[in-house]
């Protein structure tokens, strides 16, 4: 059995920067803390636990705090917490993708010129609130192309258009298009991360060759999750994971290419792991 392993898999550059900004934090003694988990990946932050990194799930948690360093997480946040944390006299280090900060002073540049702000990307997840929390007027937020075709706008406002920077680029593109038709005066900014266009097309090109496709990631990894959507759209018999404890195979003779991808905070010791595995076990 040959396995295509996708060359885009695993820790992204920001990722990578988050993760080892909190490791070099716990060197130095102090209460580490993030503010949400680091990044979507279970056995990163266990690991972090381990090394006594705690993780701050709420505003209320944050004003218990006395004493030590706030990480923010890498998918930022909003910046009343962050001016929260200083104002308390805790050490702040911004572990926010720098990917994710431009889009945060795009929306605070675009909102303060007069231009609402719509995010293409999903609602409630921590990289869309914490852009939220930079706009200067608040923001819509359009999750899908269906919402994007229901949506209606009579203000007089431009729109200035920006994305999450893992969401999927041709569903960007389409809704895109339908505010375009709309009619709507509109800048769009595509944010997407470039590393996601890259990993999502050859997670496709891979999926369409191969008879089984193995996605990995964490089950609240947004990316991840967009992979698997991808993927499945290519190859019916495409296995989302999270570690290799969850790949249940029976494999047919049949099969005779497999594919893996992963999401862009999963470590490379679960994907040797899982690669290693079926190579040898099929």
Not at 48 to 62: A, C, D, M, W, Y
Not at 122 to 137: D, F, K, L, Q, S
Not at 144 to 151: D, G, T, V
Request: charge should be negative; glycine fraction near 6%; proline fraction near 2%.
């Amino acid at each position: 059995m040959e396995v295509i392993l996708a060359e885009n898999a695993g820790f992204c550059f920001g990722v990578k920067r988050a993760v080892d900004t909190v490791y070099e934090q716990t060197k130095t003694g102090e209460k580490i803390y993030t503010y949400g988990p680091i990044i979507h990946n279970k056995e990163v932050v266990d690991d972090l636990r381990t090394k006594g990194v705690n993780v701050i799930e709420s505003e209320s948690e944050l004003e218990n705090i006395k004493e030590g360093c706030v990480i923010i997480r890498s998918h930022g946040l909003p910046e009343s917490i962050c001016e929260k944390i200083k104002k308390q006299g805790l050490k702040c280090v911004d572990a926010t993708c720098p990917f994710v900060k431009r889009i945060h002073d795009i929306v605070r540049k675009e909102s303060e010129a007069g231009k609402q702000i719509v995010i293409i990307g999903n609602a409630g997840h921590p990289e869309v609130e914490g852009i939220m929390g930079w706009c200067r007027t608040p923001a819509i937020v359009i999750e899908s192309i269906e919402e994007a075709e229901k949506f209606e706008y009579d203000g007089q406002k431009e729109i200035c258009i920006v994305s999450q920077t893992t969401y999927n680029y041709n569903k960007f593109q389409d809704i895109v298009e339908i505010f375009t038709k709309k009619g709507y005066n509109v800048i769009v900014v595509n944010t997407i991360c470039n590393a996601t266009e890259v990993r999502q097309a050859e997670a496709a090109k891979i999926a369409a060759q191969v008879d089984i496709m193995i996605v990995i990631g964490d089950n609240h990894s947004s990316n991840t999750r967009k992979l698997y959507e991808i993927c499945m759209k290519e190859c019916e018999n495409t296995h989302f994971i999270q570690v290799l404890d969850d790949l249940h195979l029976d494999l047919p003779k049949s099969v005779r290419l497999v594919g893996i991808t992963a999401g862009a905070s999963t470590p490379n010791n679960i994907i040797e792991e899982v690669q290693n595995y079926v190579r040898f076990n099929f």
